[in-house]
Nanobody, 121 residues
Framework: QVQLAESGGGLVQPGGSLRVSCAAS????????MGWYRQAPGKQRELVAT???????NYADSVKGRFAISRDNAKKTVYLQMNSLKPEDTAVYYC???????????????WGQGTQVTVSS
């Protein structure tokens, strides 16, 4: 069994900062990509940022220059530092991990339960 535990969401004023974290646990053999997606009310889930195990990153155009993804491979944890937050960043943020579990030969994507980020004055 694999679990992705997110933390750090909340309410912040426009222009403020917030950091969310996600720790993977369970019978994990190898973690490949980790990252964040978000889903605003009435919209489809969209990519925010991802990072490979080697440190390669990919960001949505809407967050480039404002958000920074990082990870601690030893802790199987990914972070998203969000700066200069805007009301349009309001969404449920979902952690994502592409990983291989023991006794399996197939990589699979796992998702966290989501953490709410609200940007409002």
């Amino acid at each position: 069994q694999v679990q992705l535990a997110e933390s750090g969401g909340g309410l912040v004023q426009p222009g403020g900062s917030l950091r969310v974290s996600c720790a993977a646990s369970g019978s994990i053999r190898t973690v490949y990509d980790m990252g964040w997606y978000r889903q605003a009310p009435g919209k489809q889930r969209e990519l925010v940022a991802t990072m490979t195990s080697g440190g390669g990153t990919n960001y949505a155009d809407s967050v480039k220059g404002r958000f920074a993804i990082s990870r601690d491979n030893a802790k199987k944890t990914v972070y998203l530092q969000m700066n200069s937050l805007k009301p349009e960043d309001t969404a449920v943020y979902y952690c994502y991990a592409d990983l291989l579990v023991y006794r399996s030969i197939l990589r699979q994507a796992y998702w966290g339960q989501g953490t709410q980020v609200t940007v409002s004055s």
